[in-house]
T-cell receptor, first 109, second 115 residues
Framework: LAKTTQPISMDSYEGQEVNITCSHN???????ITWYQQFPSQGPRFIIQ???TKVTNEVASLFIPADRKSSTLSLPRVSLSDTAVYYC??????????FGAGTTVTVRA | NAGVMQNPRHLVRRRGQEARLRCSPM?????VYWYRQLPEEGLKFMVY????????ESGMPKERFSAEFPKEGPSILRIQQVVRGDSAAYFC?????????????FGPGTRLTVL
């Protein structure tokens, strides 16, 4: 599995856009990039997945440059309820998910 | 449609006792996965089960841990003779029967504390 590096924590204010970058220099050809969100005392929740270029859904956008050695999760106009830990996972699209320490995003009023 | 359900949400055991953690997958899901999250760490895969079959238990400790997913009823993660190092949050996830590439839906977890 490709090793990932993401910031330990990020602070933001309500209404701002939050961008979390994940580095994965050793990403393999068959690896996908997947982001999960975890609130305190809850299980992770799938946010978005991509392979290359840009993916957008109702929750977030995922930007992946051509070399795929990094990716950026973009959360538009965050609210207090977006305070959570965000995990970047890189690996083949199979069942054995591997979570790192994640990025703790704190949104303030 | 109810999500993945786990019980109990909190479990306290003394060293040497047994812990039984239950997971009911989402309706229509036949794949179940168990993960463990130690304090200050990310979730680590333990085992993948389908009805009456263990597909991959490569993440399970070799001793004291076992898992099952019977034809009827919830999936059970069993920890015998618990030790303090077993204290963690245990999460169950499920996915539809279409294939392992489907999104996994996680339950709220069971927090095990070993005294």
């Amino acid at each position: 599995l490709a090793k990932t590096t993401q910031p330990i924590s990020m602070d933001s204010y309500e209404g701002q856009e939050v961008n979390i970058t994940c580095s994965h220099n050793n990403i393999a050809t068959n690896d996908y990039i997947t982001w999960y969100q975890q609130f305190p005392s809850q299980g992770p929740r799938f946010i978005i997945q991509g392979y290359k270029t840009k993916v957008t859904n109702e929750v977030a956008s995922l930007f992946i440059p051509a070399d795929r050695k990094s990716s950026t999760l973009s959360l538009p106009r965050v609210s207090l309820s977006d305070t959570a830990v965000y995990y970047c996972l890189v690996g083949p699209n199979d069942y054995k998910l591997s979570f790192g320490a994640g990025t703790t995003v704190t949104v303030r009023a | 449609n109810a999500g993945v359900m786990q019980n109990p949400r909190h479990l306290v055991r003394r060293r040497g006792q047994e812990a039984r953690l239950r997971c009911s997958p989402m309706k229509g899901h036949s794949h179940v996965y168990w993960y463990r999250q130690l304090p200050e760490e990310g979730l680590k895969f333990m085992v993948y089960l389908q009805k009456e079959n263990i597909i991959d238990e490569s993440g399970m400790p070799k001793e004291r841990f076992s898992a099952e997913f019977p034809k009827e009823g919830p999936s059970i993660l069993r920890i015998q003779q618990v030790v303090r190092g077993d204290s963690a949050a245990y999460f169950c996830a499920s996915s539809p029967p279409r294939g392992v590439q489907d999104t996994q839906y996680f339950g709220p977890g069971t927090r095990l504390t070993v005294l």
